[in-house]
């Protein structure tokens, strides 16, 4: 079954309440060029089948015999893979790459705990954080947006960064796997640009959104499978507002729909606010939105002209460069 990491904890809380035992592989940290980030994860059922995926090779294979060794002694396992450079493609670890996977077996009632949260909160679109010491199997449930202890500070860091990582808190060794609800992407403005956007950002696991009123722009023919809202977008914006996961992109060229939008995505916490044109057009929509009141330090958060200076030309290359440059803010924003 081919599924996204984020489905593989509520895949996992189906088996048990089927009765299953399973086991859960993380990655818990890499070294080199390693296929899979921290935080990627593998169920592994009693009878064998599996989701997720912890490596691109063999690898697989020797975590789901452990995976089942572990549900057969109720014990976790800390697991270290590498390889040297000439043997990494056949286990999926190119250029000698390393990693770390913890495996922990989860069953009944205790393992359906361990899942709930981590479920209930991705369905209500909050972000948890589950922390597990990895030499006890011990585990906690940390709200990054209130808890102050040094636990909760290293969870807020790492939903900061997106990124689940391992860290020494007291001496002890914990992985803070984060679980967010998927990134948003509104796009400004159904034009030919939005087509491969809206595309290949649904392919990278961004929830999107194209919001214009013309109704013969916003069309399922011309974005099937995207959310389409024929409202403006200040009507919009207020309807379903930015958050911190929330990336804008205007592409109208419209002032009428492009400078409302903008309006609202500087007024909220997103991490990424783009805008298409030449640097005369930015120029003219930085004095509009000026008049508006914002000031030159706030008007920076503006990519304009938008996208990575690649030199792209056609529609589907303006959208890489887009999502590149969108990429590099959300993984390198300190």
């Given at each position: ?160 960064t997106d990124q689940s990582l391992r860290t020494e808190i007291d001496g002890r060794p914990w992985f803070l796997g984060v679980f967010a609800p998927p990134l948003d992407l509104a796009i400004i403005g159904a034009v030919h640009v939005a087509q491969p ?138």
């Amino acid at each position: 079954m081919n599924v996204d990491d984020a489905d593989v904890p509520a895949i996992a809380a189906r088996w048990i309440g089927e009765g299953h035992r399973i086991a859960l592989g993380t990655v818990v940290q890499t070294w080199g060029s390693a296929p899979r980030q921290a935080g990627s994860q593998i169920a592994v059922r009693d009878d064998g089948a599996f989701v997720g995926s912890v490596s691109g090779g063999c690898v697989e294979g020797a975590v789901i015999e452990e995976a089942r060794a572990a549900m057969n002694d109720n014990s976790i396992r800390l697991l270290e893979f590498g390889v040297a450079d000439e043997k990494a493609w056949s286990v999926g670890l190119a250029c000698g790459g390393h990693i770390q996977i913890f495996v922990e077996p989860l069953a009944g009632a205790k393992g359906a705990a361990a899942l709930a949260a981590v479920n209930d909160a991705r369905r209500t679109g909050r972000t948890i954080v589950r922390a597990v010491d990895l030499s006890t199997g011990e585990e906690r449930l940390v709200d990054p947006a209130t808890d102050s202890l040094p636990l909760g500070l290293a969870a807020a860091q790492a939903v900061r960064t997106d990124q689940s990582l391992r860290t020494e808190i007291d001496g002890r060794p914990w992985f803070l796997g984060v679980f967010a609800p998927p990134l948003d992407l509104a796009i400004i403005g159904a034009v030919h640009v939005a087509q491969p956007l809206a595309k290949m950002a649904t392919i990278i696991g961004y929830s999107v959104r194209v919001i214009d009123p013309r109704t013969s722009f916003a069309t399922a023919e011309r974005f099937p499978g995207i959310a389409l809202s024929h409202e403006w977008p200040e009507e919009a914006l207020a309807r379903s507002p930015l958050g911190a996961r929330s990336a804008l992109i205007v592409l109208a060229h419209d002032p009428k729909l492009d400078d409302p939008a903008l309006a609202a995505a500087l007024a909220s916490p997103a991490f990424y606010i783009g805008a298409l044109g030449s640097k005369r057009t930015h120029a003219a929509r930085l004095a509009r939105l000026k008049a508006r009141g914002f000031d030159d330090g706030t008007l920076a958060h503006i990519h304009g002209p938008v996208g990575l200076a690649i030199g792209a030309k056609s529609p589907a290359e303006i959208a890489v460069s887009i999502l590149a440059q969108m990429t590099e803010r959300l993984r390198t924003r300190p």
